[in-house]
């Protein structure tokens, strides 16, 4: 097909007015604000990020249904819920399906967007990620979540939850194969994808098949540590009040340690852990690093299989990664889902 012209200097705003993206378009960043909006694709990273690649995916699925993509986006929860509890409303997932030259079904991975629980980014670490994998031949699925209330993790996790169970009873319209899937996710993303196998939130609980894999992208786990530097620092101090919007999404406007405790992943894992891809860099800003070397150590101690690839250099959300020293991190985890172990450099 024709695709629509993309260029580096081009903006989100421009993206989101573009028509060719159906309704892929309005899911590119959930609650824009004009920094988004007016910010130039080169300023995230434009092979980085896979906007070319990812663009092309959502473009040919919105002109594949005769209704601007739309029959690609579900509803977590059905009407009635939605009228009995409205954020119920704003949870839903969307499909990419396998590119393919059968009907035969395929192995999904199930996708979840980061933006500190107040928003999800949602095509860097979403329907880039979902284009990629759908262009190798997997099916996707990108979650979008409950966000913006304090607290909200539990809902989100919820979210999860019931869309992993929704798209396993629709296993036969989406072309998938029940139960052979992985999980990730990114920043806050991740630390909802890490919770599936937790033993007080995951799939063992929930009754859901245990996921193949899971992947850990710049995740944000060491929960009691983010509460012991907040409670440390004065009211006031920058450090503080950067940490406090997550931990009150987290643990409620009180900031609950208690509830802040109970997702302190490393607290809540044991050697039944599914197995898992962790990738990071170095010189993140945002999730320390720490986060993802503390998960590599538990593991290890655990006796869990995993891949840890933490990069130098890349800062924090860079989805794909094109072109940065954990450039290829995808295939190499979807290898290791699979059975295999190349490395990707």
């Not at 909006?37 to 434009?46: R, V």
């Not at 900031?255 to 898992?276: C, E, N, R």
């Amino acid at each position: 097909m024709q695709y629509s012209q993309i260029e580096k200097d081009m903006t989100i705003g421009d993206l989101v007015n573009n028509k060719a993206y159906g309704v892929f378009k309005d899911y590119i960043f959930t609650y824009m604000t004009p920094d988004h909006y007016n910010c130039k694709l080169s300023e995230y990273g434009f092979e980085k990020v896979g906007f070319e690649e990812g663009l092309h995916r959502m473009e040919e699925l919105a002109a594949s249904d005769g209704m601007d993509g739309r029959s690609y986006v579900h509803d977590i929860y059905s009407k009635e819920d939605q009228k009995m509890q409205w954020d119920k409303a704003c949870a839903r997932y969307i499909h990419f399906p396998a590119k393919k030259d059968d009907d035969k079904p395929v192995p999904y991975v199930f996708i979840i967007p980061g933006g500190a629980f107040n928003r999800q980014w949602g095509f860097i670490e979403g329907m880039a990620v979902a284009a990629h994998l759908s262009n190798m031949g997997y099916a996707a699925f990108v979650l979008y979540y409950r966000v913006k209330q304090e607290p909200v993790v539990s809902l989100a996790i919820e979210d999860m939850i019931n869309a992993i169970r929704d798209i396993e009873s629709k296993a036969d319209e989406y072309g998938i194969i029940k139960g052979e899937y992985m999980i990730g996710g990114f920043s806050a993303g991740a630390t909802l994808a890490g919770e599936i196998g937790s033993d007080n939130y995951g799939w063992k609980v929930a009754g859901l098949p245990k996921p193949q894999a899971i992947f850990l992208g710049y995740t944000a786990i060491c929960m009691n540590e983010f509460y012991k530097a907040y409670t440390s620092l004065p009211v006031g101090n920058p450090m503080r009040e950067g940490i406090a919007p997550f931990l009150r999404r987290l643990a409620g406007p009180d900031v609950d340690s208690k509830l802040v405790s109970s997702y302190d992943l490393p607290s809540h894992i044991d050697s039944s852990y599914p197995k898992t891809y962790i990738v990071a860099n170095e010189d993140d800003g945002t999730v320390p690093v720490a986060n993802s070397k503390a998960m590599d150590a538990v593991l290890t101690k655990l006796g869990v299989e995993h891949i840890t690839r933490i990069g130098l250099k890349g800062g924090h959300s860079f989805g794909l990664g094109n072109g940065l020293e954990v450039s290829g991190w995808l295939e190499e985890a979807v290898d290791f889902w699979r059975g295999t172990t190349k490395k990707y450099k």
